[in-house]
């Protein structure tokens, strides 16, 4: 066997290296590697955390938006209704005073016509009068001509 390992170039340093190797395989694999792999791990553990929270977060903004939504349709719905009802009671309301404009303007007519109705009645009148003395005063001019 040794002249295997003569003909191989093997000798006791062969062994040492191999021991150091494994020396500083576990003395790595304990103080580096695991606690790198531990990182590795982490990281990989909180990103999937990190994706899956970013997931629940946008599934629980996208129920809020429908949500917002929903509420913002229904106070469409009531403002939309609100504002018939208000344009229905103006509606109401302007019929209301058109009504009492018309009737108010119908008797203030009436007023009128009774008034210039007495007025022609009293101007006839006075013009009758007039029309006799006016007569009476030509008939009077005409006979102190004549006579």
């Known amino acids: 066997m040794t002249a295997i ?3 191989l170039g093997l000798d006791s340093t062969f062994y040492t290296q191999l021991m150091v190797f494994f020396v500083l395989f576990i003395f790595l694999g304990q103080f580096f590697f695991k ?3 531990r990182l590795i791990e982490e990281r990989h553990r ?3 955390q990190d994706r899956e929270a970013a997931e629940t977060m946008m599934a629980n903004a996208a129920a809020k938006m429908e949500e917002y939504q929903a509420k913002l349709h229904v ?4 403002a939309r209704s609100e504002l018939e009802a208000v344009i229905a009671a103006a509606k109401t309301e302007e019929a209301k005073v058109l009504t009492e404009a018309r009737d108010a303007a119908k008797k203030i007519t009436q ?3 009774f008034e210039i109705d007495a007025e022609r009645a009293r101007v006839r009148a006075q013009l009758e009068l007039d029309a006799e003395a006016l007569a009476t005063a030509i008939s009077d001019k005409l006979l102190v001509r004549k006579g």
Request: aromatic share 6%; net charge positive; no cysteine.
């Open 5 to 7: 390992l003569q003909q």
């Open 75 to 78: 106070a469409r719905v009531e």
């Open 111 to 113: 007023q009128v016509s």
């Open 35 to 37: 606690p790198f792999l």
């Open 46 to 48: 909180r990103t999937v």
